[in-house]
């Protein structure tokens, strides 16, 4: 699939019809790829494209299901990411692989400190993280004795690329290295990996911000639902190209029909020049009955606007109103009397007690509304137990008893009980952060009617996603998120490449709906 | 009403490296003994703390405690905990006294003994921490509980032999004024600190408790720094088993409940800084923590006060220090 010019270079490494099935979903198939030696490899597709489990699978991580991975030319398995590591691959998570209570050298050399007998001189391992720093260009930046806690994210990533080449590594996998980096520290990354790609190192770079992807990348792979679109050089495609690579799909789900004129009420929550660390400048109207969609791409603000509005991560400046009052969400507790209700992205973590049964989870928001020290609810246990059947079959969950532990459930049946939760609550705002992520097909389905049924009951939702389709699907209004602010409002029913021109910052949504988002939304 | 707009100020105080290097404890330790030195010129003219015997005696009284926490830091670091100290603190002076029955020929085969027997406790441990996947906490109570039952069932009455004479003086021997026991504290202390900081050993131990997929990741064998781990610590409670059968002569089934040393060196270790989720920490902020506890019942007991009003501003301690601490650690991250 590689057209590379210079045949004669080995690749630094290749994998080669790689297959890998998660339950319920075919991560990678049949993906082939080479990585060549002095290059920076873009590798770019919307969430679930199975960027990541590829990446894995190249650090050991993951084993492939079928498929072979060649490095520098020979075939290798590998079972451990120690032994990538050991061959020279290295990758760099978004969550940093750093202890923070130690310092830089101590990270740098964990597991590979210089010592003799077992004995380390910390001075002779400091002038070797020195070493390496300089190697980078970097010693001026940080101090080999400084606790990793004390660094920025970006100096953390430095910190991350030399223990990279401090193993000598021949790979070096970055899993969008710039999220959370600002536009200087973007740069400084860049001559750093430029740097590392004069010393003949193969760098695999993951991102979602494709001016950058072009900034930096020599060629370009575009993966689409587990697939290769393509593998281009840089210079023969351009932005629109990768878009269109990317998105260029069939519909293979059928969404309820959108929400008519009839359905939409009144504004019910409406935000003014909302504010925090993460987001700026956010108005937005939602009205009852319909559902808006918060599009944009991972790290341009979608949580964290669901977030601010339910004081997870409270605004720190701006006007919330509900119902035309003036309110002050500070934490969840005051979202949740206000009817308020948030299915959270990572339902294992936070949207869920696992270890509880199904029925505690179901009353586990009605709970928090009561007096602490009252009954567990004004009809007693006995009544409010009796509210589960009924919430159960309002959101169609399958189990068989509800008194199992909510971890027994399969990830669609979860949700279910994550939405019963808001439903037995009476929120009359929702919202919803990735509502179907991880889901199977037929759950998925269900889930979207559920969530159409709620708008047609007059409950107000606004639902954050990373998957396309479910934006275009499911929304009577598109806000795109772009950089922490709203880039721009789309109609219902635009298309990908629309949605993605905004996200990526390409332009600014139409004039029309730049300045209604600006006013404060539809009338 | 307008939700506030909250002032972001970064908190840039600047410090010296020299401070920030200092456990934060030592803060505690200087107002405990401000305290103290209050206490005494108020109630005791200053008969207290200006009182070298009675300085002496603060660092004797915390000899055993600052053995065994050494050892707690080390476990701990690791993100684990030894609460079967206390129990192998008895078992080493019941054995120690029983096998030397007083004949100073028999020391060397009864130090030799019990070491082996703190190595197998220590192993045990960590093998059910790391293999057996056993929650650390559970384990070495159980461990402790096991001991427990065999100390009690077999030496509840009878006699407990006894040490020789020549093996008391590591217990009240001196040279010129320094007391053997506070050389054999410090050396453990500086023994505590080399391993930590200086080797191999110890940078992975703060690897393995700071994140233990990260030290898999880094190649560590993380089952075996643990297990190290253990064996050290159940070696430090027999370290302090031995003192303490040196003091007294004779060895007891309950010296180790008595003194309380599982939590009392568990709690002394967190005052010092170490976390309890592991991965942070050291033997000189343990040692401070042992200090604070050392001063506190040195000045109370000299005035008289009731053991229970002893005990509240112990705790009071405990919690003020992990306190202090998770408030720091959440301003740097802010």
């Known amino acids: 699939m590689t057209k590379d010019q210079n045949k004669a270079i080995i690749p630094m490494i290749e994998v080669h019809n790689i297959n890998k099935a998660f339950p319920g979903v075919q991560a990678l198939d049949n993906v082939s790829v080479k990585f060549m030696p002095g290059e920076v490899h873009a ?48 990758i760099i998570y978004q969550e940093f692989n750093l202890l923070p209570e130690r310092t830089v050298a101590q990270n740098i050399f964990l597991g590979r400190e210089p010592s003799k007998l077992g004995v380390i001189s910390p001075p002779q391992l400091n002038k070797q993280t020195e070493d390496v720093l300089e190697d980078l260009g970097v010693e001026n930046m940080i101090n080999p004795t400084a606790l990793v806690s004390t660094l920025s994210v970006a100096e953390q990533q430095l910190v991350e690329i030399a223990k990279a080449v401090s193993l000598n590594a021949k790979v070096l996998i970055m899993d969008e290295p710039t999220a959370s980096l600002t536009n200087t520290e973007v740069n400084l990354l860049f001559d750093l990996v430029a740097t590392l790609k004069n010393k003949g190192l193969a760098v695999i770079f993951i991102s979602h911000r494709l001016s950058e992807v072009f900034g930096i990348a020599d060629s370009i792979t575009v993966l689409k639902d587990g697939q290769i679109v393509g593998t281009k050089d840089i210079s023969n495609v351009n932005t629109e190209d990768v878009v269109y690579m990317m998105v260029g799909r069939t519909l293979d789900h059928y969404f309820p029909p959108l929400g008519t004129e009839e359905d939409f009420g009144e504004i019910i929550l409406r935000v003014k020049d909302g504010a925090n660390d993460f987001l700026s400048n956010i108005n937005l109207d939602l009205r009852k009955g319909e559902i808006l969609g918060i599009a944009g791409l991972q790290g341009s603000g979608r949580t964290e606007l669901a977030q601010a509005l339910f004081g997870a991560v409270p605004f720190s400046s701006g006007e919330i109103e509900l119902m035309g009052k003036t309110i002050a969400i500070k934490n969840p507790y005051s979202a949740i009397r206000r009817k308020m209700g948030f299915v959270t992205e990572d339902r294992k973590s936070e949207g869920l007690a696992l270890m509880q049964p199904i029925r505690d989870n179901m009353l586990l928001a009605i709970r928090s509304l009561q007096n602490l020290f009252s009954f567990i609810h004004p009809d007693g246990i006995r009544a409010s137990r009796s509210m589960v059947p009924d919430l159960g079959e309002q959101v169609d969950v399958r189990v068989e008893s509800y008194g199992n532990q909510a971890q027994d459930l399969s990830g669609g049946n979860q949700q279910k009980v994550v939405l019963s939760k808001w439903l037995a609550s009476g929120a009359e705002v929702f919202l919803f952060d990735e509502p179907t992520r991880g889901i199977d097909v037929e759950a998925k389905a269900r889930i979207h009617d559920i969530i159409r049924g709620l708008t047609k009951s007059g409950v107000a939702v606004l639902m954050v996603s990373s998957e396309l389709p479910e934006i275009i699907g499911m929304s009577d209004r598109i806000l795109v998120m772009h950089e922490g602010t709203i880039g721009g409002e789309l109609p219902p029913a635009s298309s990908e490449a629309d949605i993605m021109l905004v996200a990526t910052g390409q332009q600014n949504g139409n004039g029309k709906a730049k300045s209604a988002a600006n006013d404060g939304g539809i009338k | 009403m307008s939700v506030e707009v909250i002032a972001e100020g970064k908190d840039k105080r600047v410090r010296s490296n020299f401070l920030k290097k200092i456990p934060q404890v030592y803060y505690f330790l200087v107002i405990v003994l401000a305290g103290g030195l209050i206490l005494d010129q108020f109630f005791a003219s200053g008969n207290i703390l200006s009182n ?82 056993v929650n650390a906490f559970i384990a070495t109570l159980g461990t402790g509980l096991i001991i427990k039952g065999v100390l009690n069932g077999m030496f509840s009455s009878g006699s407990m032999g006894s040490v020789p004479k020549g093996f008391q003086t590591l217990g009240y021997g001196s040279i010129g004024p320094v007391p053997y026991s506070i050389i054999l504290l410090l050396a453990v202390v500086l023994i505590g600190w080399f391993i930590l900081s200086w080797t191999k050993f110890g940078s992975h131990l703060y690897g393995v408790g700071g994140d233990i997929l990260i030290g898999r990741l880094s190649g560590l064998r993380t089952s075996r720094v643990l297990i190290i781990a253990h064996i050290i610590s159940s070696l430090t409670a027999v370290l302090a088993g031995l003192f303490i059968v040196s003091r007294l002569g004779a060895g007891a089934p309950w010296v180790g409940p008595d003194g309380v040393y599982d939590l009392e060196s568990v709690a002394t270790t967190v005052i010092g800084g170490t976390a309890l989720s592991g991965g942070r920490g050291g033997v000189f902020g343990t040692i401070a923590g042992v200090m604070i506890f050392g001063v506190i019942d040195t000045v109370f007991n000299q005035l008289g006060v009731d053991t229970y009003l002893k005990m509240v501003i112990r705790g009071a301690i405990i919690i003020l220090a992990v306190a202090s601490y998770s408030v720091r650690s959440k301003r740097e991250a802010a």
Not at chain 2, 90 to 106: E, F, K, N, W, Y
């Open chain 2, 52 to 133: 070298p015997t009675i300085l002496r005696n603060i660092l004797v009284r915390s000899v055993a405690l600052g053995i065994v926490a050494v050892g707690q830091t080390f476990v701990m670091i690791g993100a684990s905990i030894d609460l079967s100290v206390a129990y192998t603190i008895s078992l080493t002076s019941v054995m120690a006294s029983l096998i030397m029955q007083g004949d100073p020929a028999r020391v060397p085969m009864a130090l030799g003994i019990v070491l082996l027997v703190g190595v197998a406790v220590g192993f045990i441990n960590g093998l059910l921490v790391t293999k057996l996947n």
């Open chain 1, 43 to 90: 590798v770019v597709g919307e969430n679930g494209a199975g960027k990541s489990t590829l990446m894995k699978i190249m650090a050991g991580a993951y084993k492939p299901d079928s498929g072979d991975i060649f490095f520098q030319g020979e075939e290798i398995q590998l079972n451990h990411p120690v032994q990538a590591q050991d061959l020279g691959v290295a």
